[in-house]
């Protein structure tokens, strides 16, 4: 009788002992569950914001790029007005000395 009372008193402490540690892996399964869901949510958003600033960056870079080459026109088009002001006071210099001798002429002839 006694071997038959230890005998299921073992086996009550026993399912017991397992019945709470299933409940006990059971709770940490779902706190890890929960975590990783958490964690692919969170992916998921930093993906979004990711690509989000990627194409910003893309935008940004394309802008770049055109005000780079307006830039490079703009300078182009200093370096002609440059030479066309050079080129203008070249002129004006020649037509200068032109007035200046027609003047020595006119006082040499007065």
């Known amino acids: 009788m006694f071997l038959e009372w230890s005998l299921l008193t ?65 300078r182009n088009e200093v370096k002609m007005l440059k030479q066309r002001n050079s080129k203008h006071r070249m002129e004006s210099d020649r037509l200068q000395t032109k007035i200046k001798e027609l003047e020595g002429r006119i006082d040499a002839l007065i």
Not at 28 to 46: D, N, V
Not at 55 to 66: E, F, H, K, S, W
Request: proline fraction near 0%; aromatic fraction near 10%.
């Open 10 to 74: 073992i086996v009550t402490m026993g399912a017991l002992f397992f019945f709470v540690k299933m409940f006990y892996f059971k709770s940490i399964t779902l706190k890890e569950q929960r975590s990783s869901e958490m964690m692919k949510m969170t992916l998921k958003e930093a993906e979004i914001l990711i690509r989000k600033y990627q194409i910003q960056l893309q935008r940004a870079l394309g802008n770049v790029d055109i005000l780079s080459e307006e830039l490079n026109n703009l």
